[in-house]
């Protein structure tokens, strides 16, 4: 079994489905967009055996609930390898982190719901809120002119919850008031004769030269 598991997770970080093919294309592959195998490949990285694999796989993690992941859902799992829990928990906080940079890289007043989505989801508010907001699209203008009566209707009557998204949007608020766009990466020139490139070098290589097709 645990062979059979680890030839799958090989196999997975081989062959991406069409859908991550786009997105790493298109420099869009976010943590919160991960399918369950792209999350299985990602554990078996992270130096854990094959049963805190295979305990990943049975509770069904995708990208969204690996950036969730905490002391609760490892227990959830039945993971209990206090060093497999610590090097986990170190990475999905890294992984977190990265995914509040690069969306704080984009003017809010750009975001569509979908990236609202996504920082509700590294700021740690549960699903259930994350679907609220998603089924009444808010964006990221109207996110910001959220009063605390539209907040209520969207978060429900726990005032601890309340709290929580007030005290996000407010800080929300304050980064959009001083925000500065990034400096302008450099463009990526892959190594070697172009006539040598692979697909994905020369999709990267089009996107440093604003081409997005």
């Not at 598991?5 to 298109?26: G, I, P």
């Not at 992270?46 to 049975?58: P, S, W, Y």
Request: with cysteine; net charge negative; glycine share 8%.
């Amino acid at each position: 079994n645990a062979a059979r598991l680890l030839s799958s997770v090989a196999k997975s970080a081989q062959a991406k489905t069409q859908e991550e093919a786009e997105a790493e294309a298109q420099g869009e592959l976010w943590t919160s967009d991960w399918s369950r195998k792209k999350v299985l490949v990602w554990v078996a990285g992270q130096g854990v055996d094959t049963a805190v694999i295979e305990a990943v796989r049975k509770g069904g993690a995708d990208g969204c609930t690996l950036l969730r992941l905490d002391d609760t859902s490892l227990d959830d799992m039945g993971i209990t390898s206090v060093g497999a829990r610590s090097r986990l928990l170190k990475a999905t906080a890294k992984l977190r982190d990265e995914e509040a940079a690069r969306l704080y890289e984009i003017p809010v007043e750009s975001w569509s719901s979908k990236m609202v989505s996504k920082w509700l989801t590294v700021t740690g508010l549960p699903p259930d809120t994350v679907v609220s907001f998603a089924k009444n699209d808010i964006d990221g203008p109207t996110l910001l002119a959220l009063d605390d009566n539209a907040q209520h209707l969207l978060v429900g009557d726990s005032v601890g919850l309340q709290q929580k998204v007030a005290t996000a949007i407010a800080a929300l608020r304050e980064h959009a008031k001083h925000f500065t766009p990034p400096p302008p990466k450099p463009r990526y020139i892959p190594e070697g004769w172009p006539s040598d490139w692979t697909p994905q070098q020369v999709a990267d290589w089009a996107l440093g030269f604003g081409f997005s097709d």
